[in-house]
């Protein structure tokens, strides 16, 4: 418990921007496979600007990182708890089972 106590704001702050509906779609598809900004602008549907700015702020945090080829940024998902966060709101709410609220 006291391990949790010393980090409560850290792990708040990370949940926090996690927390962002555009933000969790843009770590849910990054999770799948690396992606250029037109890939997931095609996926989450938001303007490139505001795209950019939530991309912009996951790599501040750490969650992404980005690789370029010729002219286009690819971002991946680069923080291995961000990783393990994804993958359990997954299995809670995005598995197809009887328990799972409608889509």
């Given at each position: 418990m006291a391990a949790l106590e010393a980090r409560a704001g850290y792990v708040a702050a990370r949940l926090a921007l996690m927390a962002n509906p555009s933000r969790l779609l843009i770590l849910c598809h990054l999770i799948?496979?690396?992606a250029s900004v037109g890939e997931l602008q095609g996926r989450i549907g938001l303007s490139q600007s505001a795209l950019s700015q939530h991309l912009a702020r996951l790599r501040e945090?750490?969650?992404v990182a980005t690789r370029?080829?010729?002219q286009v940024?690819?971002?991946?998902l680069a923080d291995e708890e961000a990783r393990a966060v994804v993958r359990a709101?997954?299995?809670i709410y995005c598995a197809e089972s009887p328990?799972?609220?409608p889509k």
């Open positions: 799948e496979h690396d945090a750490g969650f370029r080829s010729a940024i690819y971002y991946s709101l997954y299995a328990s799972a609220p």
